[in-house]
């Protein structure tokens, strides 16, 4: 952490200026809130993704690998085999 903290006061020496604290109010004030994501299931899927999902299943099929989209798919494959 001292090395970090060095190169960033190295830096601010270099350009002459100083980086804002990342917890001061007004940095935070800032950030946008993240949307809320949500997983779809069958019911939600249209022509489009039911032929991607179909696409990606034979690609992986050909090439002998399995693509995971999230940490989640993994461990649920894996408990499944």
Known sequence: MTSTL?????AENIVGGKFPDPQS????A????????????DDDEDEDTVETRRSVR???NKLKERWF????E???FEGRV
């Open 25 to 28: 109010p007004g940095e935070l």
């Open 74 to 76: 993994k461990r649920e």
């Open 6 to 10: 060095k190169s960033v006061e190295q």
């Open 58 to 60: 034979e690609a992986e």
């Open 30 to 41: 800032k950030l946008k809130k993240s949307p809320e994501y949500y997983l779809a299931d």
């Open 69 to 72: 989209i999230n940490a989640r």
